[in-house]
């Protein structure tokens, strides 16, 4: 789904002109400060701060991007990184610790810690770090990690596959973070002068990078700390040009949208119904479970069937504004009536969050009919449709 989303992101800014559309936006903007003295004495300062910012992140982004990745690799690196920083922050006052090193993290932080062994296996972690490694090695020499692969690799240790191999045989071998208890107690319980006293490698190793990963946050909060001062005048310079009407910037917050039923662009209908949906059964990736297809088939869709379809209506689209997050929203009409559930956004879409498209956005959502209808119908969840005060279905007996 990451993937996906990136992809369309990338595609959807540059075929659909959205990079075009943000740049002739923000030359339209620095054209109109410029244009009167005070709005230039005003706005410009800021606003030239924050494209030297940029600049300045530009230069080392690839740099940047290749050294989080290259930790980020292995999860195995990332609980050694964890129990180091932890160690780290339980030395001061809970006040003063960092965002998710509090007391009030550490319940929540322990339970990843404990649930990793359903999802953790050394040869994939292994095969991954090695990738990322591999990544770093292959950027030219001014945008390499040179610390960060030094303390992996080796300082003069060399650079070809055997040598990689060799030297990552070497830490998961020597490591005990893959044992449960191991590393959910170094967590909580652990201190820096302790940790310092470890022989075990990706330990040593987390300790070790320590002082380049803060390097890497110091620069991003004071980057971070400049734009939270800065940008309140570039927002404030859009609303004026804009006359005071500007969209706020609502993704992360709890909000009310609206928006109308549409299919697609390109045209259809903007809505599927069963009989759609058993039509693929079989082709990849909709191949609905037997439970549905089989009491599809049957087609008693009871109350929840839609008469001028005579079918039971699956999901439809509309043209609300959504973000990551949003999965599960109600949808109500204009009476107020729960009518589905969003749960995601078209391919062409996913772009919204950097530049809202108007007339291209379209959000999905499961129409709430279909929702009761498996309650009942298929999953049996009378107790669940009591609770919401409707009547389940008859039982044969």
Do not use: C
């Not at 980020?72 to 180091?84: D, M, N």
């Not at 990738?131 to 070809?160: C, M, S």
């Not at 009407?245 to 709890?254: R, V």
């Not at 009310?256 to 045209?267: C, F, I, Q, S």
């Amino acid at each position: 789904n990451a993937l996906t989303k990136q992809r369309g992101t990338l595609e959807t800014m540059v075929q659909g002109g959205l990079v075009e559309k943000r740049s002739q936006n923000d030359a339209a903007l620095l054209a109109w400060i410029d244009a009167d003295a005070a709005r230039k004495e005003t706005y410009r300062p800021s606003i030239d701060a924050m494209l030297a910012l940029e600049d300045a992140q530009k230069q080392t982004r690839e740099l940047d991007a290749a050294f989080g990745e290259t930790i980020g690799g292995s999860a195995l690196l990332g609980v050694a990184a964890t129990i180091v920083r932890m160690a780290e922050e339980r030395a001061k006052p809970d006040a003063e610790r960092e965002p998710g090193f509090q007391d009030r993290d550490a319940q929540r932080t322990a339970q990843g810690l404990f649930a990793m062994e359903k999802s953790y296996a050394r040869e994939l972690d292994r095969a991954s770090w090695k990738l990322f490694i591999g990544r770093a090695l292959a950027l030219p020499t001014a945008d390499q990690p040179k610390e960060l692969l030094a303390e992996i690799l080796g300082k003069r240790g060399k650079r070809d596959e055997a040598a990689i191999d060799k030297r990552l045989d070497a830490l998961y071998a020597g490591t005990t973070l893959e044992k449960t208890e191991t590393r959910v107690d170094l967590y909580l319980t652990g201190s820096t002068a302790a940790l310092k006293k470890s022989r075990d490698p990706f330990i040593k190793l987390a300790l070790a990078i320590r002082p380049l990963q803060k390097l890497l946050e110091d620069k991003r909060k004071a980057i971070a700390g400049a734009m939270i001062l800065l940008r309140p005048k570039y927002v404030q310079a859009q609303r004026e040009m804009a006359g005071g009407l500007l969209a706020p910037d609502a993704n992360g917050t709890l909000r009310v949208t609206y928006g109308t039923v549409k299919g697609l662009p390109t045209g259809g209908p903007g809505f599927t119904t069963v009989t759609e949906m058993l039509a693929k059964v079989g082709e990849a990736p909709f191949d609905a479970p037997a439970s549905i297809v089989t009491t599809a088939r049957a087609r008693t869709f009871g109350p929840y069937e839609a008469a001028s379809l005579q079918d039971l209506p699956v999901d439809f689209m509309s043209d609300v504004d959504t973000t990551g997050g949003n999965s599960g929203s109600a949808t109500l009409n204009k009476r107020g009536e729960l009518v589905g559930l969003l749960f995601d956004g078209t391919y062409e879409s996913v772009a919204s969050d950097w530049l809202f498209m108007e007339g291209r956005r379209r959000a999905i959502h499961v129409d709430i009919r279909y929702v009761l209808w498996i309650m009942g119908a298929v999953d049996h969840a009378d107790r669940l449709l009591q609770e919401l005060g409707v009547e389940p279905p008859p039982r044969e007996s």
